[in-house]
């Protein structure tokens, strides 16, 4: 199992959503979280004001998945969420050991 945790622009959401939903992955997690990498913030005008703004808003999605889907699963959040502008985000593949599903008692694969 593999927990894929994508961070991306908020208006992407309903696309990526949309794509997932298509796979048929079963379920994920959203985030709104704030940030910067390479873009460092921006500046912007506020009643005449001018102010730097150094987080960046952005929706972090996250979701686990078995090990032969990691692929098709990157692979269709960066198709949807790609607008081919800086900032569009990026995925994050981390190793998972263990998944209970609470309710059932059901572990690994079974719980996703």
Do not use: S
Request: no cysteine; net charge neutral; glycine share 10%.
């Amino acid at each position: 199992m593999k927990k894929i945790e994508a961070i991306i622009k908020p208006f992407k959401l309903d696309e990526v959503r949309e794509a997932l939903n298509e796979l048929g992955l079963q379920g994920m997690t959203i985030t709104e979280v704030k940030g910067y990498g390479r873009q460092k913030g921006h500046k912007e005008i506020y009643r005449g004001a001018e102010y730097l703004v150094d987080f960046i808003p952005k929706i972090k999605l996250e979701m686990v998945v078995t090990d032969d889907r990691v692929t098709e699963v990157m692979d269709t959040i960066r198709g949807a969420a790609n607008t081919g502008k800086i900032g569009d985000g990026k995925i994050f593949v981390l190793p998972l050991e263990q998944a209970i599903r609470v309710r059932t008692g059901e572990t690994g694969d079974d719980a996703i």
